[in-house]
T-cell receptor
Framework: DQQVKQNSPSLSVQEGRISILNCDYT??????FLWYKKYPAEGPTFLIS?????DKNEDGRFTVFLNKSAKHLSLHIVPSQPGDSAVYFC??????????FGTGTRLQVTL | NAGVTQTPKFQVLKTGQSMTLQCAQD?????MYWYRQDPGMGLRLIYY???????DKGEVPNGYNVSRLNKREFSLRLESAAPSQTSVYFC???????????FGEGSWLTVV
């Protein structure tokens, strides 16, 4: 039972355009959501997070949106750069519980 | 600026052999985790230790054992390796469960 779902295994976007990565969750107890970025042969690195008391969090080119009623979050990257090409994992957790990860979306930013 | 360090980075094992993956963190985190990553499966939790002296099973614990040696170190042992355990293993830690988690660089394990 996949509690965190990333339904798009891959996404290709042109440099300079917006990348939108989506994530859905089923557990209503989740109240903290994170995005991780992973390059080949490296460990995942924390990118941005959002608490359930907010609906938007911004950090430079990266913005995460949370729609609690739809149990959906998205990561927007504007403008996309070739160095953003990586696998992006969505993760969710409830208070004092373990993180649950999605299966990842591979983003390729083309020139 | 080490963060989470895991060894070895690469290992090839024969079916039935045993080995231990070592992990240490220098961030004074209470909680530590072992994940495996397989194509199309994302990051799956094998075992975790919410605090020193405790360990619990995650999503895919079969075939593995863990030891929380002290606050800094958390090892993962494969007693009798199987080809299905061919994977990339990541150690991770955070201050407490429910907070941002920090990963090591990964250990690539192949069982032939």
């Amino acid at each position: 039972d996949q509690q965190v779902k990333q339904n798009s295994p891959s996404l290709s976007v042109q440099e300079g355009r917006i990348s939108i990565l989506n994530c859905d969750y089923t557990n209503s107890m989740f109240d903290y959501f994170l995005w991780y970025k992973k390059y080949p042969a490296e460990g995942p690195t924390f990118l941005i997070s959002i608490s359930s008391i907010k609906d938007k969090n911004e950090d430079g080119r990266f913005t995460v949106f949370l729609n609690k009623s739809a149990k959906h979050l998205s990561l927007h990257i504007v403008p996309s750069q070739p160095g953003d090409s990586a696998v992006y994992f969505c993760a969710a957790t409830g208070t004092a519980s373990k993180l649950t990860f999605g299966t990842g979306t591979r983003l390729q930013v083309t020139l | 600026n080490a963060g989470v360090t895991q060894t070895p980075k690469f290992q090839v094992l024969k079916t039935g052999q045993s080995m231990t993956l070592q992990c240490a963190q220098d961030m004074n985190h209470n909680s530590m985790y072992w994940y495996r990553q397989d194509p199309g499966m994302g990051l799956r939790l094998i075992y975790y230790s919410a605090s020193e002296g405790t360990t619990d099973k995650g999503e895919v614990p079969n075939g593995y054992n863990v030891s929380r040696l002290n606050k800094r170190e958390f090892s993962l042992r494969l007693e009798s390796a199987a080809p299905s355990q061919t994977s990339v293993y990541f150690c991770a830690s955070n201050i407490t469960p429910g907070n941002t988690i920090y990963f090591g660089e990964g250990s690539w394990l192949t069982v032939v």
